[in-house]
């Protein structure tokens, strides 16, 4: 477990920033640090062209119980989190650059509170994890961990993460087709 106490702040932005989120399944916010500095931010969000369609009156990957786990994520219309907080970091003069040895601390709201677990969490969207491992030099990943009362920080350097999250989207798929998705 990571034990940056300098994670905190940016962890508590990152909440603020899922909880702006209009995907109508997925809470989520991401910022990129680096010290004490924010250099980007994102959050979950469905592309203006979408508004009015059936994401906002439920998720159409949803309408199958079997897509979970990242599985068909290609489906989602939504932005997400991480995607956003690099887009916005590659639109900056030297964004790749200024990239090096940052870190992404990712947040996940429900019914406006923290979704905060004891287990380490599984990453699994291959689609996020490309973008972080391929298109940027940040240093890794943070996600938050309940140790007891205190919330901790799990570490995923970027090309760990992207093997991880293919490696947790293979297993859900091997299960959604077991169950029967198409």
Do not use: W
């Not at 030099?137 to 961990?145: C, M, Q, S, T, Y």
């Not at 970027?158 to 293919?166: D, K, N």
């Amino acid at each position: 477990m990571h034990q940056s106490e300098q994670a905190m702040p940016f962890y508590q932005m990152a909440l603020v920033l899922a909880d702006r989120s209009d995907c109508s399944e997925a809470k989520f916010g991401a910022l990129i640090f680096k010290d004490s500095t924010v250099l980007s931010s994102g959050h979950n969000y469905v592309y203006p062209h979408f508004k009015g369609t059936s994401c906002e009156k439920g998720c159409p990957r949803r309408a199958m119980p079997s897509l979970r786990g990242g599985v068909a994520s290609d489906t989602c219309i939504a932005v997400h989190a991480e995607e956003d907080a690099v887009n916005n970091l590659l639109r900056l003069p030297g964004g790749v650059e200024r990239a090096a040895s940052t870190m992404m601390v990712v947040a996940h709201v429900k019914d406006r509170k923290p979704v905060v677990s004891q287990e380490i969490p599984k990453p699994r969207c291959t689609r996020c994890a490309n973008k972080i491992a391929h298109e940027t030099h940040i240093e890794g990943v943070l996600f938050p961990v309940l140790d007891g009362k205190t919330t901790r920080f799990v570490f995923f350097g970027r090309e760990e993460f992207a093997q991880i999250s293919l490696k947790n989207l293979a297993a859900n798929t091997m299960n959604a087709l077991a169950t029967g998705a198409h």
